[in-house]
């Protein structure tokens, strides 16, 4: 079926309660997608349809599977299948925003890693559609909480994702448990064999409509890559956030070790990053969801299944940590950005002759992927300064300055001049934000901080010395003490002073009015896997110099030899 050209919904004919809910939501005219699908899943006929994430084929198949259901009919009538539990809980918000004037609908997720106890007290209850992964789906028709006999429809959203994890078989199953006489449609980014071997066996006639290929990728993106080495990736991942300085970023890897190197990495320089993948508990992933929605996170790092359930409009860039093994993958990809009219960016990573495949997905969508020139450090430092500057003339113009100019007029009486004052409190104000940190935190593949530096006097002004349990006995490293505080606290990374590793524990510096952040946000935490105890050094060990002699004052057990001092809470 050809592209159409978009409807706006009140041409529909949409039952009132959904078209209030819709309202509600924002939208007035309908996708490419849901201008083709909605009318002819309405209308009871077998759907194929081909269409990434961020087109709008949740509602495309959402609405008319809510316009179908009998509200007085308890049972089971509609099935909606999802390779991941991220995609599940995101069709299920979906669903139930839609719903929200019609109370008698119910919808229930069911997916691994929640109480499967839960999950039957639900659909005890009563629901008539359930949105499930197909593992957890098979789980509950063995144990007869989920029965199909009363299934009208059933929809297969990313059935590609869910054929490239092994699912076939669990999906072949649950259909095959189905009346015959059901409505199947499916959704799929990418049409392969086993998609079309699907399609010919589980549907009749089915219409095949789709988002034509030049609206794949969106003009609103500005897309680059970067030759680079592969030992130099970490280097230039951080130059690039350090030139663009993204709220939100998001950094694709081809694997799960990949992930977690990357995280692990950038943690110990200082950012906000966080990994998704399908190891993480979905606690796991629901906090990490939430940091990320809300803005505490600045990076996440994930995998491409792993992203399939995000639904973030406001992503500034994309970066390709590696460059993707599909075309369709690279179009996934940088589709997470210039969202909702929005524009974004998309960067590229590729080492050695992953330039002509970049090449290849450059003809295949149709987009001019330019090459770009990492930033400099002058580059960075200019930057920021051409940032903080424009910062000062903003407060100039809000102006209600009498006070500061009062205390300006102090130091001229003591014969500085404004000129140097000025100065001064620029570059103390640089020095905080970036000017030293850059070198050390973004660009060399060395510990920000180590035993080697700013460790052996006192602690600075304004910093407060805290000890921890660990240390080189459980293989912790300087960067492993800053991203355990900057990732369980919240404490930027480039605030952590000085940090000095022994045997068996460590100390380290931290600004004074974050002390008890730190201690309340690492109790009963681990770094490396091991389960810290953090506490203030107090007495002489607080103010002398850490030194050869320092371990003698320690035992064993981490504790202070009371001859010399103690610890307080």
């Known amino acids: 079926m050809e592209d159409l050209k978009t409807m706006s919904f009140d041409e529909m004919n949409l039952s009132p309660d959904i078209a209030r809910a819709i309202k509600d939501m924002g939208f007035e005219e309908a996708t490419p997608i849901q201008s083709q699908a909605i009318d002819l899943i309405r209308a009871g006929k077998d759907v194929i349809g081909q269409s990434q994430t961020g087109t709008g084929k949740t509602a495309a198949f959402g609405i008319p599977c809510i316009e179908m259901i009998d509200e007085q009919n308890r049972s089971l009538q509609a099935v909606i299948l999802a390779p991941t539990r991220e995609l599940a809980i995101q069709i299920c918000e979906e669903f139930r925003k839609l719903l929200k004037y019609k109370d008698s609908i119910k919808v229930v997720p ?56 092994g699912f076939r078989e669990d999906i072949e199953t649950i259909l095959g448990k189905m009346p015959s006489e059901r409505q199947t449609v499916m959704f799929s980014a990418t049409m392969p064999p086993g998609i079309l071997s699907l399609t010919k066996e589980y549907q009749i006639d089915p219409e095949h409509v789709k988002v034509v290929r030049k609206e794949l990728t969106a003009p609103l993106i500005d897309q680059a890559f970067f030759e680079v080495n592969e030992r130099s990736k970490t280097e230039a991942l951080c130059r690039i956030i350090d030139m663009q300085n993204p709220s939100l970023s998001l950094v694709f890897c081809n694997t799960k070790r990949r992930v977690d190197e990357v995280v692990e990495q950038l943690q110990g320089r200082g950012y906000f990053a966080e990994a998704l993948h399908g190891d993480l508990k979905q606690a796991q992933r629901d906090m990490v969801m939430k940091k990320f929605r809300n ?109 500061y100019i009062n205390l300006v007029e102090r130091l001229s009486d003591d014969d500085y001049s404004t000129m140097d004052v000025a100065a001064a409190l620029i570059k103390m104000n640089l020095y905080d934000e970036n000017a030293v940190e850059i070198e050390e935190v973004s660009y060399t593949d060395k510990p920000r901080r180590s035993s080697d530096s700013r460790s052996k006097g006192q602690p600075e002004r304004g910093m407060v010395r805290l000890y921890l349990n660990i240390g080189k006995a459980n293989r912790i490293l300087a960067k492993d003490v800053v991203g355990a505080i900057a990732g369980e606290t919240g404490v930027p990374g480039k605030l952590i002073g000085a940090i000095d590793i022994f045997d068996d524990f460590t100390f380290v510096d931290i600004p004074r009015e974050y002390v008890h952040t730190v201690l309340d946000g690492m109790k009963n935490k681990k770094v490396k896997g091991t389960k810290v105890n953090m506490q203030k050094a107090a007495g002489e060990q607080a103010r002398k110099p850490l030194g050869k002699s320092a371990p003698r004052e320690y035992s064993k057990d981490g504790k202070a030899k009371k001859k010399f001092f103690g610890f307080m809470g």
């Open 110 to 165: 069911i997916y691994g890693g929640q109480p499967i106890d839960r999950q039957i007290m639900a659909l005890k209850r009563g629901v008539q559609v359930v949105v499930g992964t197909p593992g957890r789906v098979m789980d509950h028709m063995d144990r007869r909480t989920l029965k199909m006999e009363t299934v009208k429809i059933v929809i297969l959203d990313e059935a590609d994702e869910m054929l490239d994890m």
């Open 295 to 403: 803005g505490t996170l600045e990076i996440l790092v994930a995998t491409d299944v792993a992203a399939r359930g995000i639904d973030v409009d406001d992503i500034d860039i994309v970066i390709n940590y590696d460059l993707p093994q599909d075309e369709e993958y690279y179009i996934h990809r940088i589709g997470r950005t210039a969202r909702a009219g929005r524009s974004g960016k998309a960067f590229t990573f590729v080492v050695g002759k992953e330039v002509y495949k970049l090449r290849d997905i450059s003809r295949y969508t149709n987009a001019k992927i330019t090459k770009g020139k990492l930033p400099t450090l002058s580059d960075i430092e200019e930057a920021k300064a051409s940032k903080f500057l424009e910062k000062v003339k903003g407060v100039i113009a809000e102006g209600q300055l009498s006070k």
